[in-house]
């Protein structure tokens, strides 16, 4: 499966060739997230999948990639091409990327 590395979307972000999807559940999204993510909680995918954006990548996030890792999963068994694992989640994009960013 492709995975991202946090380095690989900083990167990739300033040129918004990608959307990302933030798995996690709502009292996690609101301590901290990356601006401009979608937010849409693992348990409620298979419910709002057909909402998401298919004409760009999606870079999916958790907290540490393993409940991105299973949604990456279920997007590319439903059709969608472009679905990669942000690896580490959002607490190797706090503690790499962006050290401002709350963790927990």
């Not at 590395?5 to 300033?14: N, T």
């Not at 995918?45 to 958790?62: K, S, W």
């Not at 059709?79 to 927990?104: C, K």
Request: glycine share 6%; hydrophobic share 45%; charged share 20%.
């Amino acid at each position: 499966m492709n995975e991202l590395a946090v380095e690989q979307l900083a990167l990739r972000l300033p040129t918004a060739d990608c959307r990302l999807l933030d798995v996690r559940e709502a009292w996690e999204f609101a301590l901290c997230h990356i601006p401009g993510s979608l937010h849409v909680p693992l348990g409620e995918l298979p419910a709002r999948a057909a909402g998401l954006p298919r004409d760009q990548p999606l870079v999916v996030i958790c907290h540490h990639g393993v409940r991105s890792r299973a949604a990456q999963q279920y997007l590319l068994e439903q059709g969608w091409s472009a679905v990669f694992n942000l690896t580490g989640g959002i607490d190797a994009w706090a503690r790499e990327v962006d050290p401002a960013m709350v963790t927990y």
